[in-house]
Nanobody, 121 residues
């Protein structure tokens, strides 16, 4: 069973940057059907922020395009999210999640516990 653990969250001012990391154990990120970053803030639905699949396709939420970049380091078995030009509305709990069993990625079978990002104006 794959386990994911995020780190790198924190408090920054508007316009600042953060880099989130997600380490995997019990499985290889490179062998996932898809893996990515999701966020949820109080009172809002969970949102996909950036997701990549085994074919190398990357999708970003419209709200983060041009500001966030997802990347993988297969040798280290880590997933990253570089977040630049942060806005208060980016404040949320950020989770990494992926699918190793569902090739259609309709169900993500591994979730990290999350790392909190707070952006102040």
């Amino acid at each position: 069973q794959v386990k994911l653990m995020e780190s790198g969250g924190g408090s920054v001012q508007s316009g600042g940057s953060l880099r989130l990391s997600c380490g995997a154990s019990g499985g290889d990120i490179a062998s996932s059907h898809c893996i990515g970053w999701f966020r949820q803030s109080p009172g809002k639905k969970r949102e996909g922020v950036a997701v990549t699949d085994s074919g190398g396709t990357i999708e970003y939420a419209d709200s983060v395009k041009g500001r966030f970049t997802i990347s993988l380091d297969n040798a280290k078995n880590f997933l990253y999210l570089q977040m630049n030009s942060l806005k208060p509305e980016d404040s949320a709990m950020y989770h990494c999640a992926g699918s190793w069993s569902d090739s259609e990625c309709n169900n993500l079978d591994a979730w990290g516990q999350g790392t909190l990002v707070t952006v102040s104006s």
